[in-house]
């Protein structure tokens, strides 16, 4: 399977620990994205990288999150000291440039209790 | 801040039935992508529109964009219960996979 990976699938964790999700991108991918999907509503973006660059970041990225894409290839998302309305499905997608379509991943689902 | 709406937010459906999802929105868009989504699954992207006016068919699937660039329609024809998922419309303002902003979703069931 090429398609983009996520890992993990799920997730469970108690409110003020920190967790971190993975995403590998289809290969030779540049641009790579993040966006939080809760529930009954369309993904929110995040934030967004080209190659190890960080390009742009939403307003919804709080000081609590933190992405990294260190060599260009695979990226980080953490969330420290989580709160409970970080509950949501947190989606990676890929693209091969500026022009071609985002492919997704099939989300991490974070539960904080 | 650019919004995209749909309508209706849910449908359900008899199998055989033809049915239409609109997106709309006041800003315009360089481009357009149709997704569907399975529950606990990322989104899987069925189409992307570019030319105003732009008409667009994935078999039973119709996907037309606006002449202004501003509103998307996904008509689908005789609905089978595998076109059953949550539809979800996407623009983006510059470039085709730049920074996407989606619609609402409309959830979508069709029954036997």
């Known amino acids: 399977d090429t398609g983009v990976s996520q890992d993990p699938r799920h997730k469970i964790t108690k409110r003020g620990q920190n967790v971190t999700f993975r995403c590998d991108p289809i290969?030779?991918?540049?641009?790579l994205y993040w966006y939080r999907q809760t529930l009954g509503q369309g993904p929110e973006f995040l934030t967004y990288f080209q190659n190890e660059a960080q390009l742009e970041k939403s307003r919804l990225l709080s000081d609590r999150f933190s992405a990294e894409r260190p060599k260009g290839s695979f990226s980080t998302l953490e969330i420290q000291r989580t709160e409970q309305g970080d509950s949501a499905m947190y989606l990676c997608?890929?693209?091969?440039?500026?022009?071609?379509?985002?492919?997704f991943g099939q989300g991490t689902r974070l539960t904080v209790v | 801040t650019q919004l995209l709406e749909q309508s209706p937010q849910f449908l359900s459906i008899q199998e055989g039935e033809n049915l239409t999802v609109y997106c709309n929105s006041s800003?315009?868009?360089?481009?357009l992508q149709w997704y569907r989504q399975e529950p606990g699954e990322g989104p899987v992207l069925l189409v992307t529109v570019v030319t105003g006016g732009e008409v667009k068919k994935l078999k039973r699937l119709t996907f037309q964009f606006g002449d202004a660039r501003k509103d998307s329609s996904l008509h689908i024809t005789a609905a089978q219960p595998g076109d059953t998922g949550l539809y979800l419309c996407?623009?983006?303002?510059?470039?085709?996979?730049?920074?996407?902003?989606f619609g609402t979703g409309t959830r979508l069931q069709v029954m036997l």
């Open positions: 800003s315009v868009f360089s481009s």
């Open positions: 997608a890929s693209s091969q440039d500026h022009y071609t379509e985002a492919f």
């Open positions: 290969s030779e991918h540049n641009r």
């Open positions: 996407a623009g983006s303002s510059t470039g085709t996979a730049s920074k996407l902003t």
